[in-house]
């Protein structure tokens, strides 16, 4: 069992940079696939980024590829977005997401039925 603790959010204005951070609990973290979807007021819950158990192979939606950038730190157990070039349209609720059965970094790390646990979420809001 997974617990996944979200920290990072805010208000800042475009142009602004933030870092979010997922704290995960279990021993068997590194054994987990972690993503970061978002979800804005009325819209559907859509994939931002995936990174594989070693870190090595990442994934990116093209809405924020080139200024997302996901890591992870294995040894702390804990997940990481930053978030460059923030622009109003990425105002919305930030969840972490883990998943103890994807295999592989490819296009169904997409599909949020993929993911076993969740985070609560962070806001994070961009000012014009």
């Known amino acids: 069992q997974v617990q996944l603790v979200e920290s990072g959010g805010g208000l800042v204005q475009a142009g602004d940079s933030l870092r979010l951070s997922c704290a995960a609990s279990?021993?068997?973290?590194?054994?987990?696939?972690m993503a970061w979807f978002r979800q804005a007021p009325g819209k559907e819950r859509e994939f931002v980024a995936a990174?594989?158990?070693?870190?090595?192979?990442?994934n990116y939606a093209d809405s924020v590829k080139g200024r997302f950038t996901i890591s992870r730190d294995n040894a702390k157990n804990t997940v990481y977005l930053q978030l460059n070039s923030l622009k109003p349209e990425d105002t919305a609720v930030y969840y972490c997401?883990?998943?103890?059965?994807?295999?592989?970094?490819?296009?169904?790390?997409?599909?949020?039925?993929?993911?076993?646990?969740w985070g609560q979420g962070t806001q994070v809001t961009v000012s014009s």
């Open positions: 997401a883990a998943s103890g059965t994807i295999l592989h970094i490819g296009v169904g790390v997409r599909i949020p039925r993929e993911y076993n646990y």
């Open positions: 279990g021993p068997t973290f590194s054994s987990y696939v």
């Open positions: 990174i594989s158990w070693a870190g090595s192979n990442t």
